[in-house]
């Protein structure tokens, strides 16, 4: 697997914060950073809060619109919170459906 380009991520209790994470794009990269960050930060981080699929979907939501030149400030970084609201869960499963990269 090719070395992924390293990033910077800000975890709390409640959040996780990764800095340019456009600059990964393709969903197993973008899962394999995400294990990476999970061994790596303890165990009452919001990273492991969540399941995989799911901060994956989040995850290419941004990637999307940034693509589409929507809010691309805010869009270009990805705040993976915990808890997720249940209908904004369904808003980014839908639109990473279609994320084709």
């Given at each position: 697997?090719?070395?992924?380009?390293?990033?910077?991520?800000?975890?709390t209790?409640a959040?996780?914060?990764?800095?340019?994470?456009?600059?990964?794009?393709?969903?197993?990269?973008?899962?394999?950073?995400?294990?990476?960050?999970?061994?790596?930060?303890?165990?009452?981080?919001?990273?492991?809060?969540?399941?995989?699929?799911?901060?994956?979907?989040?995850?290419?939501?941004?990637?999307?619109?940034?693509?589409?030149?929507?809010?691309?400030?805010?869009?270009?970084?990805?705040?993976?919170?915990?808890?997720?609201?249940?209908?904004?869960?369904?808003?980014?499963?839908?639109?990473?459906?279609?994320?084709?990269?």
């Amino acid at each position: 697997m090719p070395e992924l380009p390293p990033l910077q991520a800000r975890l709390t209790e409640a959040n996780t914060h990764i800095d340019d994470s456009v600059r990964i794009r393709r969903r197993k990269d973008i899962a394999a950073y995400l294990i990476k960050l999970r061994e790596e930060s303890p165990s009452d981080m919001a990273i492991n809060h969540r399941s995989l699929h799911s901060l994956v979907c989040e995850w290419r939501a941004h990637n999307f619109f940034y693509d589409l030149h929507v809010f691309r400030s805010r869009t270009k970084d990805v705040d993976l919170e915990y808890p997720q609201h249940w209908l904004r869960e369904i808003f980014c499963r839908v639109v990473s459906f279609f994320y084709f990269w």
